[in-house]
């Protein structure tokens, strides 16, 4: 397994994997490994002859200084995890220097208006951090393929909208949710959850699975009240949003239509911890 640190070293050793036609999948990620990341990296050994696994706290996402700092950084834990997976295995883990060479400033992006919605509306500037270093990502790996989870399901579709827009040379692979036994969707931030939180944090993914029961017989509106109404009176966990969107546009859904699909989307903090979670409704 091979640790790099610098762009130009990676570039040089993705030059050679060329060269040998190899086929290269990446799979990008803030670091705090767990079984969902374990599962996107396997995903992609299976399919492409080396992965790259990029491991960096980008700091132009974050919206939050004190989310920043707080995120779990737990390098050699990573290393050991990767390094039980496979030897086809590269690692990209640059500082922020060599990313953002003394400028840690976002690119802006427009992304036809997904941007806009949900996470958007509530981490201003966040969709400008993911976009400018996936696009950085890209332009150093050059991977066939880059797998992500549906966990962060706006992301996905904004990357693929990256792609489109600036019509990268890559294939996007999203990737289902990987859960705890509670339903808890996996998250680099439940390490950081407290042990009432933790136990109450299941809550949410049993939540949606009602909605999602719901959404067959009710409208988006009643669903969306009742998961209000569910949040409302619980004692630890408080609802920052639940929203029905169409999965292309990402708009919320007034109307249902029999030609489209739809997911119900939901932000909740368990404490000082923002957890997300999504599920697919039909």
């Known amino acids: 397994m ?29 670091g705090a490994l767990h079984k969902g990341h ?23 996402q974050f919206d939050n200084p004190d ?27 640059p500082t922020v220097e060599a990313v953002y060479e003394g ?15 949900m996470e958007g509306k509530f981490r201003i500037g966040h969709f400008d951090g993911v976009g400018t270093i996936v696009k950085r990502l890209f332009d150093i790996i050059q991977p066939d393929k880059a797998y992500f989870g549906e966990k962060d ?6 990357i693929k909208k990256l792609v489109e827009i600036h019509k990268i040379p890559v294939n996007i692979v999203a990737c289902p949710i990987y859960r ?13 959850l407290k042990p009432d939180y933790k136990k109450a944090a299941p809550f949410i993914y049993k939540t949606l ?9 009710k409208s988006a509106v009643n669903v969306t009240q009742w998961v209000e109404k569910q949040f409302a009176s ?14 292309t546009s990402l708009k919320t859904v007034t109307r249902k239509s029999s030609t489209k699909q739809y997911r119900a989307f939901i932000a909740v903090y368990a404490d000082d911890i923002r957890l997300i979670d999504n599920i697919a409704l039909n």
């Open 103 to 117: 400028r840690t400033l976002s690119e802006k992006f427009h992304f036809d208006g997904l941007e806009h919605e």
């Open 234 to 247: 619980h004692k630890l966990l408080k609802l920052e949003y639940f929203i029905i969107a169409d999965e």
């Open 2 to 30: 091979d640790i790099y640190s610098e762009k130009q070293q990676i570039a040089t050793a993705i030059r050679t994997l060329k060269a040998e036609k190899a086929t290269l999948g990446l799979v990008p990620t803030m």
């Open 153 to 158: 399901f706006q992301q996905l579709q904004i």
């Open 180 to 192: 705890e036994p509670s339903g808890l969707a996996m998250s680099s931030r439940n390490t950081r």
């Open 67 to 93: 989310d920043l700092a707080k995120y779990p950084r737990t390098l050699e834990q990573d290393l050991e995890l990767l390094k039980s997976l496979s030897d086809s295995i590269l690692i990209f883990a």
């Open 38 to 60: 374990l599962a996107l990296v396997k995903k992609a050994l299976e399919e492409n002859d080396k992965v790259c696994v990029s491991i960096f706290v980008n700091p132009t």
């Open 209 to 217: 699975k009602t909605a999602k029961k719901q959404f067959g017989t």
